[in-house]
T-cell receptor, first 116, second 113 residues
Framework: DSGVTQTPKHLITATGQRVTLRCSPR?????VYWYQQSLDQGLQFLIH???????AKGNILERFSAQQFPDLHSELNLSSLELGDSALYFC???????????????FGPGTRLTVL | DAKTTQPPSMDCAEGRAANLPCNHS???????VYWYRQIHSQGPQYIIH???NNETNEMASLIITEDRKSSTLILPHATLRDTAVYYC??????????????FGSGTQLTVLP
């Protein structure tokens, strides 16, 4: 158990809909990262938040957005869903104490999104 | 981050050591070598990381060559539960976007009974 929690475990929805995925980082971790894993693309970085602020963006679609709240949990919002958005979505957290930190990331169990 | 090259698959007999190689010939001085594994569709699990010295923890050992262009992850006594995809990742220790992890295809390790 990494200490990172994600809800829900599974989500089935229809094209055009909007969903919200939730992530609670390990106690004391200030950084949250979101990754997408689809069959044809592998694990890809989406976005990084540190203490409530966006720090880096990867291959995140404009239909997707995220935020990190004052209690440090994070939500990933996916809208206008398409069949190709079906994937596993993982969040990871890390301490990120300084610019030179090795900053090991610990992953949650993931949310499996199926768009029908 | 430097690119890594790993064999797509390997087999290992249960109880034997599993040695997983990784090539990272373009690694820079400020880049660490990280190893993660993913069992089926579970979240990636951190195993170990190192800069230039060999490292060991309760899960595995990491051997990094002197020129740092390659490394080997060693699982000393592989069990069936070690069957997973193993990812070798090179990552800088500072900077904004450099904090993300860039996953390649990894090595599918199958531990055989």
């Amino acid at each position: 158990d990494s200490g990172v929690t994600q809800t829900p475990k599974h989500l089935i929805t229809a094209t055009g809909q909007r969903v919200t995925l939730r992530c609670s980082p390990r106690s004391g971790d200030l950084s949250v990262y979101w990754y997408q894993q689809s069959l044809d693309q592998g694990l890809q970085f989406l976005i990084h938040y540190y203490n409530g602020e966006e720090r880096a963006k990867g291959n995140i679609l404009e239909r997707f957005s995220a935020q990190q709240f004052p209690d440090l949990h994070s939500e990933l919002n996916l809208s206008s869903l398409e069949l190709g958005d079906s994937a596993l979505y993982f969040c990871a957290s890390s301490v990120t104490t300084s610019a030179s930190s090795t900053d090991t990331q610990y992953f949650g169990p993931g949310t499996r999104l199926t768009v029908l | 981050d430097a690119k890594t090259t790993q064999p797509p698959s390997m087999d290992c007999a249960e109880g034997r050591a599993a040695n997983l190689p990784c090539n990272h010939s373009t690694i820079s001085g400020n880049e660490y070598v990280y190893w993660y594994r993913q069992i089926h569709s579970q979240g990636p699990q951190y195993i170990i990381h190192g800069l230039k010295n060999n490292e060991t923890n309760e899960m595995a050992s990491l051997i990094i060559t002197e020129d740092r262009k390659s490394s080997t992850l060693i699982l000393p006594h592989a069990t069936l539960r070690d069957t997973a995809v193993y990812y070798c990742i090179v990552r800088a220790i500072s900077g904004g976007s450099a904090r993300q992890l860039t996953f390649g295809s990894g090595t599918q390790l199958t531990v055989l009974p």
